[in-house]
């Protein structure tokens, strides 16, 4: 069963840009559908930026043209370059692994000045 590790998080800027990491074990990466969400304390989680089943990236409105979503096969990692970003992209940041329905662990994300 794969397990997901995150790394990437922490205090920045508004404005300013960070990069998360998601290293998934096994094998078959490769094949697996990934995505990134967030969630904000007392609010649902929510998707920021999605693999389709097809290889297409797909994400939501508030982040677009701001965040993007890819990925290094070989390194089994998935990674959201997150850039341009604003006080509201507070949240902590999970990915997930969407066939299993399997979560990282979540990091923080704070964007203050």
């Known amino acids: 069963q794969a397990l997901l590790v995150e790394s990437g998080g922490g205090l920045v800027q508004p404005g300013g840009s960070l990069r998360r990491s998601c290293v998934a074990s096994?094998?078959?990466?490769?094949?697996?559908?990934m995505g990134w969400y967030r969630q904000a304390p007392g609010k649902q989680r929510e998707l920021v930026a999605t693999?389709?089943?097809?290889?297409?990236?797909i994400y939501a409105d508030s982040v677009k043209g701001r965040f993007t979503i890819y990925r290094i096969n070989a390194e089994n990692t998935v990674y959201l370059q997150m850039t341009d970003l604003k006080p509201e992209d507070t949240d902590v940041y999970y990915c997930?692994?969407?066939?299993?329905?399997?979560w990282g662990q979540g990091t923080k994300i704070t964007v203050s000045s």
């Open positions: 997930k692994l969407q066939d299993m329905g399997k």
């Open positions: 096994g094998s078959m990466f490769s094949t697996y559908v």
């Open positions: 693999f389709t089943s097809g290889g297409t990236a």
